[in-house]
């Protein structure tokens, strides 16, 4: 499902934020100290998730740039949510056999948010592997009907579900996780967030000047800024198929 902003709440969002950077309360400017932080929540809470805007290279150039801090930390997993369950195979033939030609065709007939979206989200799996990290895949093969507004929470309970199976798979490691996914789902307007059904620490991306916005109170969860890519191209709301996208991702 698309996770482009909600236009009522991205703007109460971004005045939000405007004020704290203007107070100067709770707002890390520095990126590496960034990094270090949500490494520190991540460590504190077993587990961090990432909300981004798919297709926004940014969002997950960010992903890609904190995998290093949380592998320095011990963390072996990275759950993701853009592709189904039973297409985990493919991704296994690229990080167990160092053969990609099944993730690339995988990438190539799924639907992408933007132009090069594919290629960024490459980037961070690639940054995981190379630290380290597993990457298993937490989409569900099917979704049953369920009452309008509860289909990110219905998911969320899934994703959980996964991810849960696969930690108690490990023999009881105790292994702090990343977890990327689609911003409603670290949205508390959508219903129970996931990071906080797994209890862990949240970040939600959003685009404007760099800061991160520590969270108040008792939810972990805080708001990453990063400024847009220059090379950022169009983000449709509806994914574009294949057959519509002039641009095919290849590994060089």
């Known amino acids: ?112 948010f933007s132009e090069h979206m594919w290629a960024h989200f490459f980037k961070v799996l690639k940054a995981a592997k190379d630290n380290g990290m597993r990457v298993i895949t937490m989409q569900p093969d099917t979704l049953d009907s369920v009452y309008p507004g509860m289909e990110i929470f219905y998911r969320n309970m899934m994703f959980e579900n996964v991810i849960r199976a696969d930690q108690k798979a490990k023999g009881g490691s105790a292994n702090p996780y990343v977890v990327y996914c689609g911003e409603w789902h670290v949205d508390r307007a959508k219903g129970m967030p996931l990071h906080v059904l797994l209890e862990g620490a949240g970040v939600r991306i959003v685009d404007g000047k760099f800061g991160l916005f520590k969270p108040i109170g008792k939810t972990p969860t805080a708001v990453l800024s990063v400024p847009a890519m220059a090379h950022q191209t169009p983000v449709t709301f509806q994914p574009v198929q294949r057959n519509a996208r002039a641009h095919q991702f290849v590994v060089n």
């Open 1 to 112: 499902m698309p996770t482009v902003n909600d236009r009522t709440r991205s703007v109460a969002l971004q005045l939000s934020l405007l004020f704290k950077r203007a107070t100067g309360v709770n707002v890390v400017a520095d990126p590496h100290v960034a990094m270090t932080d949500i490494q520190s929540a991540m460590t504190h809470f077993g587990s961090v998730s990432f909300g981004e805007t798919h297709g926004v290279y940014s969002h997950a150039d960010s992903v890609e740039r904190f995998i290093p801090y949380a592998a320095a930390k011990g963390a072996d997993r990275l759950y993701v949510e853009f592709f189904h369950r039973r297409n985990q195979h493919y991704i296994d033939q690229w990080q167990d056999h160092n053969d990609p030609s099944g993730l690339v065709w995988l990438m190539n007939v799924s639907p992408s």
